[in-house]
């Protein structure tokens, strides 16, 4: 009997894995002179059972073993009936009628799926499919099953199949005696499976602490926290090797105070900071170790239940107020700089309180003006140091204290607490990097400049904020912006509409196409409109647009205020220029207008939400700023 641990990964193997494997099998089948076919490792630890059973944790060999479960259970469906029961026994479920078990278990979140739907009928209905894994499990389920009824339509005996998979594939397997070596064998066995995440290796070295260290319940311990901690990572959608890396990263930037360099490097670090060796000399070593350990898995747990919270909208157990910022944040396509202070924040404060808001706030906006906000940085990790020392220095409480009394009299400031601090240091950090006028100027093209806001990778965000601001008493769903255009119907997918294409011009060929193209790329000639409106009216003309947009009756097709306003100041526009003559240079006379009325609403809306005026030192960091901090000898 084998049983997946609860620490361990889902099930993680791509059509890429599956399909190898059956092409060993036909390998196997088509070569009679093929000898035994080895399909990589088994490591297994065994384990005690109340009965007399044997039961072994599958420590390493998962993906392989749960595929091969499946493909005999696909070629179960095909052996006559008088066969079915001994196979059954023998590969699939053991135990007495009531009592019986299948032979292979599988983790708590994939156990249930695996066993009704894939050791099922593989019908999906049987069982929710939430997870990632429960995926790939009735995928791999699929492509057996395909693959199984082409041989055998194809005229191989099912008599051969079952007789390649029991006498020519084979494992090598290892059961160590002693549970300390299984944890860290997993980063040296070289097999044909996914190679592990940095994330996986640092489980597997705190497993192997925990039972050199002779702390069993540390060991349970981080078996159910990971199990926890891959469930909510699972909700959070962020599974890839890159967002588990990621995660851990901003993990260790504050629970461990890494910089910026070494956090890269998490894997190693952990191993520098939790040396056994050290740890194993007396007692007292061992005890603040296992201490160790304990804080930060615990701390693993804490930042991937807000990871779901956050990415997953997983909102049991937080204050109302603070899911809207929680939007506006998952709404922002950047997150790799302000994820330690965001993970600081949230834990420090337990997710709740007002001051928890504020800063969560201002988070928002700096992000926003620094790493959003067109060409203020020309890196995306430009301040990246900086930002992961004050997530760590407020995490641990000890930011103020890094503040020289001497620099605290310079900055005019009275700072009472890590809070006012934080605040402090964000307000500057934003304000070096984007000051007013830089955040002003951003949203306005040079004349000869052969950028594009379609480009931008924040329009969307921006304009659905401006949306909100036109309908401050509505619910604007922000995070529908991270739709993609396949996920969303087109009654809830909101995509970006050139008020004026090219193809506008007038017959005369009127101005020319770098004019042209210039208007075109301008903020101001953007609006959010729903799908399907802007299907319909892709390159009509702006009166058609316009008549479309409003509908019969004077009934606006659209729920968006920004289109029905759009309209309104276009109609201005028209109403004005109707008296002059349609020749060269009218419709650029035209969209210029509308675009400039635009812009200049733009850029009011966002000084006025983007705004740090509120915050501790705007005014006295602001002067320094916009006099180029020269004062102060700084950058």
């Known amino acids: 009997m084998f049983t997946v641990p609860d620490y361990q990964r889902g099930y993680a193997w791509d059509d890429k894995q599956v399909e190898e494997l059956l092409k060993d099998l036909d390998h196997l089948m088509d070569d009679s002179a093929a000898h035994r076919h080895y399909a990589g490792t088994l490591v297994v630890s065994k384990v005690a059972t109340s009965n007399k059973e044997v039961d072994y944790h599958v420590v390493d060999g998962q993906q392989r073993l749960t595929t091969l479960i499946t493909l005999l259970r696909v070629l179960a469906e095909h052996l006559p009936a008088e066969a079915r029961a001994g196979f059954d026994s023998l590969y699939l479920r053991r135990g007495p009628v009531g009592a019986d078990r299948s032979v292979l278990r599988l983790n708590s979140d994939t156990r249930q799926f695996f066993e009704r739907v894939i050791m099922g009928g593989g019908n999906p209905n049987n069982e929710p499919m939430y997870l990632e894994a429960h995926e790939r499990l009735l995928k791999a389920r699929k492509l057996i099953a395909k693959w199984m009824r082409e041989r055998i339509d194809a005229g191989t005996a099912v008599a051969s199949l079952r007789r390649a998979i029991e006498q020519k594939l084979g494992f090598l397997v290892y059961a160590p005696k002693e549970n300390a070596e299984t944890g860290i064998m997993f980063e040296v066995i070289n097999n044909r499976g996914k190679p592990l995440s940095e994330l996986e290796k640092v489980k597997n070295y705190l497993i192997y602490c925990s039972v050199k260290l002779g702390a069993s319940t540390l060991r349970e311990s981080i078996d159910e926290h990971w199990s926890a901690i891959l469930r909510d990572l699972n909700e959070a959608k962020k599974t890839s090797p890159g967002d588990e890396s990621a995660f851990l990263r901003y993990c260790m930037v504050v629970h461990f105070r890494l910089n910026k360099t070494d ?50 909208r997983k909102h049991a157990g937080i204050p109302a107020g603070l899911i809207p910022i929680l939007d506006q944040i998952r709404g922002q396509d950047r997150h790799a700089s302000i994820m330690p202070i965001f993970l600081a924040l949230v834990i420090r404060h337990e997710g709740r309180g007002l001051a928890l808001q504020r800063l969560l ?47 605290r009299k310079l900055r005019k400031q009275t700072l009472q607490d890590d809070e006012q601090a934080l605040e402090y240091r964000l307000v500057e950090f934003a304000l070096a990097y984007c000051p007013d006028s830089k955040l002003e100027s951003s949203l306005k093209l040079e004349q000869d400049s052969s950028e594009d806001f379609y480009d931008w990778g924040g329009l969307r965000y921006f304009l659905m904020n401006y949306e909100q601001a036109l309908q401050p008493h509505k619910t604007i769903q922000i995070d529908k912006i991270t739709l993609a255009r396949k996920e969303g119907k087109s009654a809830d997918y909101l995509s ?19 004019i042209d193209r210039f208007e075109k790329r301008r903020l101001g000639n953007f609006v959010l409109l729903e799908l399907r409106l802007n299907i319909q009216a892709s390159n009509a003309s702006l009166e058609e647009k316009l008549a479309h947009y409003m509908g019969k009756d004077e009934e606006p097709q659209t729920d968006l205020q920004q289109v029905r306003k759009m309209v309104r100041d276009a109609e201005a526009v028209l109403k004005e220029m109707k008296n002059v003559t349609r020749s060269k240079n009218y419709y650029l006379n035209l969209h210029r207008k509308i675009n400039d009325q635009a812009e200049e609403r733009f850029a009011k809306f966002a000084l006025k939400r983007w705004t740090l005026k509120d915050y501790l030192g705007f005014s006295e960091i602001k002067k320094r700023a916009d006099s180029g901090w020269d004062d102060e000898g700084e950058a």
């Not at 997530?391 to 001497?406: F, N």
């Open 496 to 514: 970006v509409e050139h008020r004026w294409a090219v193809e506008n011009r007038n017959e005369q060929g009127e101005n020319n196409r770098a």
């Open 263 to 312: 956090s890269q490097y998490g894997y190693n670090e952990l191993k520098k900071r939790l040396a056994l060796d050290v740890a194993m000399k007396d007692d007292l070593g061992r005890q603040a170790a296992v201490q160790e350990i304990a804080a930060f898995v615990n701390f693993m747990k804490l930042a991937a239940l807000w990871y779901a919270r956050l990415y997953g």
């Open 361 to 407: 706030e201002l988070v928002e906006k700096m992000n926003f003006r620094v790493y959003m906000a067109r060409g203020m940085t020309a890196r995306n990790d430009t301040g990246q140091g900086d930002l992961y020392g004050y997530a760590a220095a407020y995490y641990h409480g000890d930011l103020l204290a890094g503040i020289p009394e001497e620099e």
